[in-house]
């Protein structure tokens, strides 16, 4: 087995991102990031039938003392719900766990917000350690802190920034991932090439088949370089004052497609999140286009590598453009002067851009 790759995220509540193949089998590892005499593990439906029990053998063979109990929770969006947090922090408070237990997230995003979140709180905060199942977990939202649940009035609207002791990213679990949440995940990839390294992007147009594929030697090296573009703007900026915004590429008109569609892609009739950043980094690269500040063969070009990973580049057919301009104008990223947008200075190069015209985003949303 090759080495983990490992990369830190520096600052005053730094950690390290471990990633590669087998490490939910290793106990000692596991054992390592956890520092009291409790753990709660939290995973959902799905998940916990492939990995829970191996991951519970490994780490009661590395750590005999430890008292563990699980949490599962149905799998699925919907789930990230106060009702579930409560149950979380109820089944925190039956393993009588103290300040020194620690919560394990084992799944996907929907999980590691969740159990971020309970972590977050219980007791004023306690350690989490995230084992990431989804490669847009492993790339994404696993990494940096941020926690939240939703509320039927919108996502994520409650929830704290908390950075994870640990993450740890086992490759082997990708195999099972199903094929659509894996080129949801690549589309936020795509995403820090686009952002920060057209190199990467060139990369990814020769790696595409190799990562469709699952090779593992690809996915490892796509998931240690986005974890790397995200380690080191989570730790220039922590609390998204400033630069981490730039992570937002595609995300502006993405979320005005996810909540247009009533978030209906985990039912499938919708687009998922990362299907909706895909058609929303096209939409942002031909707007910086039609503004002079980078070239359409750019757009063009990312539109390319998006469809040939398997994702959408166009707006579902049926949703209306004012609809989703009046969706981007409620959006936080809306001021007085305009919308606010992340947009290219060219590809690999991305800057947050405030006093956006409406009629110039119409014309894109039209095209
Ligand atoms: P995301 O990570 O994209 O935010 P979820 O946490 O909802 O989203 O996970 C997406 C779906 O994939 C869920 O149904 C979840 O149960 C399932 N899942 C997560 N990891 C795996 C895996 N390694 N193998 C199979 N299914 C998985
Ligand atoms: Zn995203």
Not at 161 to 169: E, G, Q, T
């Amino acid at each position: 087995m090759n080495a983990p790759r490992k990369v830190e995220v520096s600052g005053e509540a730094g950690y390290s991102i471990e990633i590669g193949p087998g490490l939910l089998a290793d106990g000692a590892r596991l054992a390592r990031a956890l520092r009291g005499r409790h753990a709660l593990v939290v995973s959902d439906g799905n998940v916990a039938p492939l990995y829970l029990d191996g991951a519970l053998a490994a780490l009661a063979e590395a750590k005999p003392g430890l008292s563990v109990a699980t949490f599962t929770i149905p799998p699925g969006e919907h789930e990230k719900t106060l009702e579930r947090f409560t149950e979380c922090l109820h089944a925190l408070s039956e393993l009588g766990a103290t300040r020194d237990a620690t919560v394990l997230a084992l799944g996907g995003g929907v999980v590691g917000d969740l159990a971020g979140f309970a972590a977050a709180c219980w007791m004023r905060g306690i350690d989490c350690v995230q084992l990431p199942t989804t490669l847009l977990a492993m790339v994404d939202s696993s990494v940096g802190g941020k926690t939240a649940v939703d509320l039927p009035s919108g996502k994520n609207l409650v929830g704290a920034f908390h950075p994870p002791r640990a993450v740890i990213a086992d490759t082997s679990t990708l195999r099972t991932l199903p094929d659509r949440e894996l080129r949801a995940g690549l589309a936020e990839v795509v995403k820090y090439g686009a952002i920060f390294d057209a190199g990467f992007l060139d990369w990814l147009e020769s790696h595409a088949d190799a990562l469709l594929a699952r090779d593992d030697a690809a996915l490892a090296e796509a998931i240690a370089r986005s974890c790397a573009f995200k380690a080191d703007v989570v730790a220039r900026d922590p609390y998204e004052r400033g630069d981490r915004a730039m992570l937002n590429f595609g995300h502006t008109f993405g979320h005005a497609i996810e909540t247009e569609q009533g978030y209906a892609g985990t039912t499938g009739d919708g687009l998922n999140h990362g299907e909706a950043v895909a058609v929303g980094m096209v939409l942002a690269a031909r707007l910086s286009a039609a503004l002079g500040r980078a070239g359409a063969a750019d757009a063009e070009r990312l539109q390319r590598l998006l469809e040939r990973l398997g994702l959408p580049v166009r707006i579902p057919a049926g949703l209306d453009p004012q609809a989703l301009l009046a969706r981007m104008r409620l959006d936080k990223k809306a001021d007085a002067s305009g919308l606010r947008f992340v947009l290219w200075d060219r590809a690999g190069a991305a800057r947050i851009v405030s006093g956006v015209a409406d009629e110039q985003v119409l014309a894109v949303l039209r095209e």
